[in-house]
């Protein structure tokens, strides 16, 4: 029955059953008489019902149709309400939202993604998952709303915004031997042991790849999940830490850091805000990934280099 089922023809039967005459019915509907004629005879047929009888010069609804009157009513106005336009309220908006990035995003610009969200969506429950390189390949299936990384294209298959870019740098606590050097060089690079910041997106391994093709090779002496647990390394030892510009510009805001510029010239780091095509049309996703953009690029933390 359902398939045989149209909207139009349910809102004819309406207007039909209001107007109890098939050329004013076809006036409002914009249609020929003939062709709510035509409608008329596929809805009695399909309800198995005259639904509308000639009494004199008008038609009279039947009493299964005086029954169907109500319900069809109010199935067309929440087919309307389904189908309309409305605003998006914020502060209505109930959902967990879920958000993947590196930790370093976690901990310098989250908060102010946060303080927009209890002021002005305080019902949505953020969760925040750490980027793992496989969730590119498997982003809908992972169930992750919105999500920022490092890529050197943006990805084919989602929809992104570009946030930004910059190239890699040697981080170091202020007072490392290397920090006196008027200029970095490839051997400087390699006589130090290195931390590698493990969460996130891929942070050096194009470094490595320049300085593989200058013949040299630096040693991984420690490997953490975390920037917290690597400041905490780099500060209480002479470990180096090859990182983006922009990560060590800030972390050397806030801690007796330094950075140097490369001894090799490596690929520039590509930012990107990435989200599912689906959402591009969904109002709660766009005012969601507009607050974490305005975040991202205006935050005391954030890259600021587009």
């Given at each position: 029955m359902l398939n045989n089922i149209n909207l139009n023809l349910l809102r004819?039967?309406?207007?039909?059953?209001?107007?109890?005459?098939?050329?004013h019915a076809a006036q409002r509907l914009n249609l020929t008489q003939s062709a709510v004629s035509r409608q008329l005879a596929q809805l009695r047929?399909?309800?198995?019902?005259?639904?509308?009888?000639?009494?004199?010069?008008?038609?009279?609804?039947?009493?299964?149709?005086?029954a169907m009157q109500p319900k069809l009513r109010e199935l067309l106005e929440q087919c309307d309400q389904l189908m309309a336009d409305k605003p998006f309220d914020p502060a209505l908006w109930q959902q967990e939202f879920v958000v993947s990035s590196s930790d370093y995003v976690a901990q310098y610009i989250l908060p102010d993604v946060v303080a927009v969200m209890v002021e002005q969506a305080p019902k949505v429950n953020i969760a925040y998952r750490l980027w793992q390189p496989?969730?590119?390949?498997?982003?809908?299936?992972?169930?992750?709303?919105?999500?920022?990384?490092?890529?050197a294209q943006p990805p084919q298959q989602l929809s992104s915004?570009?946030?930004?870019?910059?190239?890699?740098?040697?981080?170091?606590r202020l007072g490392h031997p290397l920090d006196s050097e008027p200029v970095m060089t490839c051997e400087h690079l390699i006589a130090f042991p290195h931390l590698k910041v493990t969460g996130g997106g891929d942070k050096d391994s194009q470094a490595d790849i320049a300085l593989k093709q200058q013949g040299?090779?630096?040693?991984?002496?420690?490997?953490?999940?975390f920037f917290s647990a690597a400041v905490n390394a780099l500060l209480s030892s002479d470990y180096l830490m090859i990182v983006p510009e922009h990560?060590?510009?800030?972390?050397?805001?806030?801690?007796?850091?330094?950075?140097?510029?490369?001894?090799?010239?490596?690929d520039v780091h590509r930012y990107w805000l990435m989200w599912h095509p689906k959402y591009d049309q969904d109002k709660a996703h766009e005012w969601m990934r507009t607050k974490v953009l305005t975040a991202m690029q205006t935050s005391s933390y954030s890259i600021g280099m587009i």
């Amino acid at each position: 029955m359902l398939n045989n089922i149209n909207l139009n023809l349910l809102r004819s039967l309406h207007v039909l059953l209001e107007e109890c005459h098939v050329s004013h019915a076809a006036q409002r509907l914009n249609l020929t008489q003939s062709a709510v004629s035509r409608q008329l005879a596929q809805l009695r047929e399909l309800s198995g019902d005259p639904l509308l009888v000639r009494e004199g010069n008008q038609l009279v609804a039947t009493p299964r149709a005086l029954a169907m009157q109500p319900k069809l009513r109010e199935l067309l106005e929440q087919c309307d309400q389904l189908m309309a336009d409305k605003p998006f309220d914020p502060a209505l908006w109930q959902q967990e939202f879920v958000v993947s990035s590196s930790d370093y995003v976690a901990q310098y610009i989250l908060p102010d993604v946060v303080a927009v969200m209890v002021e002005q969506a305080p019902k949505v429950n953020i969760a925040y998952r750490l980027w793992q390189p496989d969730y590119l390949e498997r982003f809908e299936q992972s169930g992750i709303h919105l999500a920022s990384t490092m890529l050197a294209q943006p990805p084919q298959q989602l929809s992104s915004i570009a946030l930004g870019q910059d190239s890699s740098v040697c981080l170091m606590r202020l007072g490392h031997p290397l920090d006196s050097e008027p200029v970095m060089t490839c051997e400087h690079l390699i006589a130090f042991p290195h931390l590698k910041v493990t969460g996130g997106g891929d942070k050096d391994s194009q470094a490595d790849i320049a300085l593989k093709q200058q013949g040299y090779q630096r040693r991984i002496a420690l490997k953490v999940p975390f920037f917290s647990a690597a400041v905490n390394a780099l500060l209480s030892s002479d470990y180096l830490m090859i990182v983006p510009e922009h990560i060590a510009r800030n972390l050397s805001r806030s801690y007796s850091l330094a950075y140097r510029d490369l001894p090799v010239v490596s690929d520039v780091h590509r930012y990107w805000l990435m989200w599912h095509p689906k959402y591009d049309q969904d109002k709660a996703h766009e005012w969601m990934r507009t607050k974490v953009l305005t975040a991202m690029q205006t935050s005391s933390y954030s890259i600021g280099m587009i």
